[in-house]
């Protein structure tokens, strides 16, 4: 599934919004004075009218997209926080109409026509004006939004661990995505999302934010993101462990989080040791993305393991 947010326009701030709508005005013209001051308020009030509109439906019902999705928004940005900034529109809204209304009845029987144009103009800028930080939040929203990862339901292998353990150059290696690869930890601050194919099968492999150890309610926005994939997408998860310690971590570290994740995920878990070309540790699978050694070996055993999760699968649907 994929939220478009490429197709929410950009969001003008209230200066920008005014400026289209007063001067689409500017260009009506009336046979009487009076009809044109009355033919321009409704026209600015209907251009602003009709964007916040177009701004307020083209955001989807948040009640009703998925978990995965309702929560890494909420991560990245906050729920309530972009409910409570529509909201504001929907208000500026039946505001701007309600002052419309009020003026026309007044433009038709005033003598000071462009004294009352000119009130109607100030009090729907006022307006206007109040709900500029939500203007500009709604901006930002879609900004950081429409980079969202789109998955596809595909089996989904999901890459977890510590940061700088290598999660990144092993996603880079086997598959179409190629995030940001340095030595420092928490380098990827988001979901990025590639496919390979294993036998004929296509996949999905989703390279995450590393992960401390430590209880989620201390885990940072950007570990969070990692969590979500484990909890709503993973069909297979490879754990990477670096003994070599070049990440920066004790392997203790990395082996309590592993244990811990083996108790909240019940995904079966591919463990693996990375970097094998800095370090003599044999117990699990060893790769090293310099040397290429159990590159090859990962990906049968992620074949093997998805094709024991689709039989169970359908063991579970018949
Ligand atoms: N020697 C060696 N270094 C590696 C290997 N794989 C990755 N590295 C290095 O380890 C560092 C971290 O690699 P990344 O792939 O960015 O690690 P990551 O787990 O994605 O890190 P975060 O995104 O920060 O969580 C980089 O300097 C890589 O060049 C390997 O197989 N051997
Ligand atoms: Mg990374």
């Known amino acids: ?22 001067k689409r005005a500017s260009k009506i013209s009336a046979s ?6 009355i033919t321009k308020i409704t026209t600015a009030s209907n251009v602003i009218q009709d964007y ?7 955001h ?4 009703r997209i998925p978990p995965f999705y309702r929560e890494l928004i909420d991560i990245l940005v906050g729920i309530n926080k972009i409910r409570q900034a529509l909201g504001s529109l929907a208000w500026a809204k039946s505001q701007i ?10 433009l038709k029987k005033t003598k000071d026509i462009q004294r009352v144009r000119k009130e109607a103009y100030g009090r729907i800028s006022s307006v206007v004006h109040q709900i500029n930080p939500h203007l500009e939040f709604l901006n930002h929203t879609r900004n950081q939004l429409k980079q969202l ?3 596809m339901d595909i089996p989904t292998v999901v890459v977890a661990g510590f940061p700088n353990v290598g999660k990144t150059s092993l996603v880079s290696m086997i598959s179409t995505v ?7 930890p928490f380098t990827t601050t988001g979901i990025h999302v590639g496919f390979f194919e294993v036998g004929d099968q296509q996949c ?20 969070r993101q990692a969590i979500l994939c484990l909890k709503y997408v993973a069909d297979i998860m490879v754990f990477i462990l670096d003994p070599s310690t070049h990440c920066g971590y004790p392997l203790e570290d990395q082996l309590h989080l592993l244990q811990e994740v083996k108790r909240e995920f019940p995904v079966p878990i591919i463990e693996v040791n990375a970097k094998s070309d800095l370090h003599s540790f044999h117990e699990r699978l060893r790769i090293s993305t310099h040397t290429g050694e159990g590159i090859d070996q990962l990906i049968e055993e992620i074949r093997k393991r998805l094709k024991s999760v689709q039989k169970d699968a359908q063991t579970e649907t018949y």
């Open 1 to 22: 599934m994929n939220l478009n947010y490429k197709k929410v326009p950009t969001t003008l701030n209230s200066e920008e919004l005014l400026d289209k709508a007063f």
């Open 32 to 37: 009487s004075e009076r009809l044109r001051a």
């Open 52 to 58: 916040l509109d177009k701004i307020i439906k083209a």
């Open 60 to 63: 989807p019902s948040y009640e």
């Open 97 to 106: 109409s309600r002052l419309t209304k009020i003026y026309i009845r007044e």
């Open 149 to 151: 990862p789109a998955l």
């Open 178 to 184: 190629h995030p940001k690869i340095s030595s420092y």
């Open 204 to 223: 999905q492999i989703i390279d995450t934010p590393g992960l401390l150890d430590r209880p989620l309610e201390k885990r940072n926005p950007i570990e």
